[in-house]
């Protein structure tokens, strides 16, 4: 049974950090695509961050040199280190597992594999 769980979300004021983790039973994040998504009220699911299986990563335009996504292969986990946070960061996080395609990671909410349960950020002006 696959099982993905997020924490380390949390308040902060703008300009503050957080760094969420997402760890991974049944399911190796190395194997294959790992997405962080968000969903703020009222918003669609949105991709944020993307590593592919050989460590590769992209972010959306509205994080880039802000977030950094990562993952340790011995501890099987996931993290997005979120920096220099606003108010528009605010949203449910979640980590997911995604299909591969022969051009890279399918960053869809609607093809997304397995999903974690979210995990709360909120950003105060």
């Known amino acids: 049974q696959v099982q993905l769980v997020e924490s380390g979300g949390g308040s902060v004021e703008a300009g503050g950090s957080l760094r969420l983790s997402c760890a991974a039973s049944?399911?190796?994040?190395?194997?294959?695509?790992m997405v962080w998504f968000r969903q703020a009220l009222g918003k669609e699911r949105g991709w944020v961050a993307v590593?592919?299986?050989?460590?590769?990563?992209s972010l959306a335009d509205s994080v880039k040199g802000r977030f950094t996504i990562s993952q340790d292969n011995a501890k099987n986990t996931l993290y997005l280190q979120m920096n220099n946070l606003k108010p528009e960061d605010t949203a449910m996080y979640y980590c997911?597992?995604?299909?591969?395609?022969?051009?890279?990671?399918?960053?869809?909410?609607?093809?997304?594999?397995?999903w974690g349960q979210g995990t709360q950020v909120t950003v105060s002006s």
């Open positions: 049944g399911y190796t994040v190395s194997s294959a695509c």
């Open positions: 997911a597992a995604a299909p591969r395609r022969i051009w890279g990671c399918v960053v869809r909410a609607g093809d997304v594999h397995y």
């Open positions: 590593i592919d299986s050989d460590g590769t990563t």
